[in-house]
């Protein structure tokens, strides 16, 4: 754990998610955002979600799928999505 972690647990993920969300729109600059948002962050989110939880599990697909609450034929279909299954 970083000597910095202590603070992030101060708040819940949303604040983060919401903050991050907060400066993608400030970059825009006024130009308008791409049609499918919620796909967009729905997969920047997953990602590292299914990264981090595979890590975690030391690989062990059942476990991580227990954690997630997916059954482990979900989260193998996700793996391939973002081509982690390897």
Known sequence: MRAD???DN???LSHYVGASLDRYFESLNGS???N???RMILE???RPLLERVLAYNRGNQSRAAEMLGINRGTLRKKLRTYNLDQ
Do not use: G, I
């Open 5 to 7: 972690d202590a603070d």
């Open 10 to 12: 101060a708040q819940p």
């Open 32 to 34: 308008a955002p791409p």
């Open 36 to 38: 499918d948002l919620y």
């Open 44 to 46: 920047q989110v997953e």
